[in-house]
Structure formats: structure tokens, C-alpha cells
């Protein structure tokens, strides 16, 4: 076992290198056996290349296990749930109002807090009667001319949409704009608006400089986008 560790016989493999033409592993050492030179000396290098590859091959599956298991962080509120990267931090969650126009809730994950600016931000609002699946065609212009006027304000305007996708298994509209920051900086927004009965919820994924991780992160959080149980506890249907 400790010649196998940390990485396929990495521990025993140094052990080797370590007492020259006795070429002992740990356990050799330890049981104090001998160890007796099977190929030529010419064909050394040779020999050692099989155990470079099977070395080299286990640090690759370590490291894509490191990763693939590891890369990910779980929102769990609002009778929702999205995974985003492990990388990044959840700026918090803010209750709204309850008049119409305010938001129930609104949470913000996203790679660094000092900017904020480049972020997901999960939004979802009380809409005044329910909306269904085949409804949402008929509503994506008052979504489109939406989007035209925000960015619009914000000094810039839509750059691509309404593209029909799907969103915690309900149909949504996804839209792509820009705008200027107050200080000048331009931003992309990618902003995707899906229903769940008298729910919106809008899933707003801007960046200003980093645009391949928030993107990514972006298409984490539409990806795995869960309604649960919890939102008729909530009184969302």
C-alpha cells in the first residue's frame, strides 16, 4: 500500500531511483528481499518507460477527478436550485417587496466579489397572472421591447434574440445586450427570462472583461436550474 501512494506506485518508483543498482521499492526494503536485474542494462530506459506512461496516465485521472468532482457549488433557496463554478462566491441573496414591481428575491454568484460587475445574477418576480408554456411566444415581444429599453438607458441596446431555449424543463427566451457601466465601462448581459406559473425568473449573466468564465458560468446556472417543492411552500405555484 505505501509503495502505491500516493500515485500508483509513485512512492515505490522514488525508492528505486533512491538506492541506485539495488533498484529496492519500499516493500523490498522492508522485507529485506533482493532484487535481481532481469534486462540489460542497455535496455534500462527502456524498460521504465511503460511505468512513466501508467505514472503519467494516474496523475492525469487524479487531476481531471480533482476537477470533475470538486468544480461545483449548489444554490439552495426560493424553492430553487443551479449549480455555478466552485471557483466563484454567492454575493448573497436580498428579499424584495411585495409590490408587483419589485423582486421576490435576488441572488449573485460569480468569480470575484471586488467585481461584482461580472456576475450571475438570479432574479425571480410576481407576475400578475399565470403563464404557461405556449403563452410565452405571445409574451416574448413585451420581453424583447423590455430588454430594447433597459439597455437602451444603459447606453447600449439588444444585440441578439429572442432565442427559444429551455430552462428548468419550461420553455424561456434568452436575449444578448450591451451597455456602459457608470464609469464608462461597457458590459455584455446575456439574460434569460423563464415562467413558472405567476413566477418570473430571470437569470442575468454580465460581464465586462472575463467573458469565456462568466459565460461558463453562465451556462451552468441555465443548465441545471431546478424548481423544487419548496416553491408552493413559498406560495409560488
Known amino acids: 500500500i505505501v509503495d502505491w501512494l500516493p500515485m500508483v506506485y509513485l512512492a515505490g518508483f522514488i525508492s528505486m531511483l533512491d538506492t541506485g543498482t539495488r533498484r529496492k521499492r519500499i516493500g523490498d526494503l522492508a522485507a529485506r528481499t533482493a532484487v535481481a536485474r532481469a534486462v540489460p542494462v542497455r535496455h ?21 477527478r480533482a476537477t470533475s468532482a470538486g468544480n461545483t ?16 462566491s454567492e454575493y448573497g441573496t436580498s428579499n424584495g417587496e411585495s409590490s408587483s414591481s419589485a423582486p421576490l428575491w435576488t441572488t449573485t454568484v460569480g468569480p470575484d466579489p471586488s467585481t461584482p460587475y461580472d456576475r450571475v445574477e438570479v432574479t425571480a418576480y410576481r407576475v400578475n397572472q399565470a403563464v404557461a408554456a405556449q403563452s410565452i411566444g405571445a409574451l416574448t415581444p413585451t420581453i424583447e421591447s423590455y430588454v430594447k429599453q433597459a439597455y437602451g438607458q444603459a447606453g447600449g441596446g439588444m444585440q441578439g434574440g429572442p432565442e427559444e ?45 472575463d467573458a469565456a468564465e462568466v459565460k461558463g458560468g453562465c451556462d451552468q446556472v441555465v443548465g441545471s436550474f431546478h424548481i423544487g417543492k419548496a416553491s408552493a411552500a413559498q406560495g409560488n405555484p
Do not use: H
Request: charged share 10%.
Open 73 to 88: 457549488l449548489t444554490y439552495r433557496a426560493n424553492g430553487v436550485s443551479f449549480n455555478y463554478p466552485a471557483t466563484w
Open 44 to 64: 534500462r530506459s527502456l524498460a521504465l518507460v511503460p511505468l512513466a506512461v501508467v505514472l503519467l496516465a494516474a496523475a492525469g485521472l487524479l487531476a481531471y
Open 165 to 209: 431555449i429551455t430552462m428548468a424543463g419550461k420553455r424561456a427566451v434568452r436575449f444578448r445586450a450591451t451597455g456602459f457601466l457608470t464609469d464608462g465601462t461597457p458590459f455584455t448581459s446575456t439574460i434569460v427570462f423563464a415562467f413558472n406559473g405567476t413566477t418570473e425568473y430571470e437569470v442575468n449573466c454580465q460581464y465586462t472583461a
